[in-house]
């Protein structure tokens, strides 16, 4: 049974940082781009960003560029999302996803193509 499990939210002040990770069990995941979602109550679960296992290629939301950073460990089936300079708009829960194939294109923004998904974090960003 597939299973992505994230460990590392938390309550961080303003610029602070935090490292989220998801360790995928029962996952070939050479065969999968892993993605990071988050969700705000009442609104749509939002594209983070997302990696390649296979070359490591790295995509992100424009809101996140040059703040946060996904990296992965093969060896170890386990996504990062290093999330630095927070804002309080960075306050959501954050989930790991999983989406069959290896090859990147726009859809794989969309939380339609993410077969499997973690069970969420908290971040919170505040004074």
């Known amino acids: 049974q597939v299973q992505l499990v994230e460990s590392g939210g938390g309550l961080v002040q303003p610029a602070g940082s935090l490292r989220l990770s998801c360790v995928a069990s029962?996952?070939?995941?050479?065969?999968?781009?892993m993605g990071w979602f988050r969700q705000v109550p009442g609104q749509e679960r939002e594209f983070v960003a997302a990696i390649t296992w296979s070359v490591a290629d790295e995509y992100y939301e424009d809101s996140v560029k040059g703040r946060f950073t996904i990296s992965s460990d093969r060896a170890k089936s386990t996504v990062y999302l290093q999330m630095n300079s927070l804002r309080p708009e960075d306050t959501a829960v954050y989930y790991c996803?999983?989406?069959?194939?290896?090859?990147?294109?726009?859809?794989?923004?969309?939380?339609?193509?993410?077969?499997?998904w973690g069970q969420g974090t908290q971040v919170t960003v505040s004074s």
């Open positions: 996803a999983a989406s069959y194939g290896s090859s990147w294109d726009n859809s794989r923004r969309e939380r339609r193509v993410y077969g499997y």
């Open positions: 029962a996952l070939t995941v050479s065969r999968y781009i």
